[in-house]
Nanobody, 121 residues
């Protein structure tokens, strides 16, 4: 079973930067879209950024101009570069991908375990 392993979270001061990474534990035959979500304490999980298989990106308004999502298809990895961080960005960040593990598999949902990002004021 494919697992997604995240890294890069931590504590940073407001205005600082972090880069999150998320890679698959084994090869995946085909990956469609890849995403980053986040969940702040007491709030619902929200979609932060999406990148399609062609590299098209979308962002929630609150992070536009500050966050950049990218992917390395050869490594089955998705990244989230976060700049100009604000205290309201504090949350657990989860990666997600829609992928086909084998050529004869159905597409399935894969989630990372989450990585904590804390932005101090």
């Amino acid at each position: 079973q494919v697992q997604l392993v995240e890294s890069g979270g931590g504590l940073v001061q407001a205005g600082g930067s972090l880069r999150l990474s998320c890679g698959a534990s084994r090869s995946i035959f085909s990956i469609s879209r890849m995403e980053w979500h986040r969940q702040a304490p007491g709030k619902q999980r929200e979609l932060v950024a999406t990148i399609s298989s062609r590299g098209n990106t979308n962002y929630v308004d609150s992070v536009k101009g500050r966050f950049t999502i990218s992917r390395d298809n050869a490594k089955n990895t998705v990244y989230l570069q976060m700049n100009s961080l604000k205290p309201e960005d504090t949350a657990v960040y989860y990666c997600y991908l829609l992928g086909q593990q084998y050529s004869d598999s159905y597409y399935g949902d894969y989630w990372g375990q989450g990585t904590q990002v804390i932005v101090s004021s």
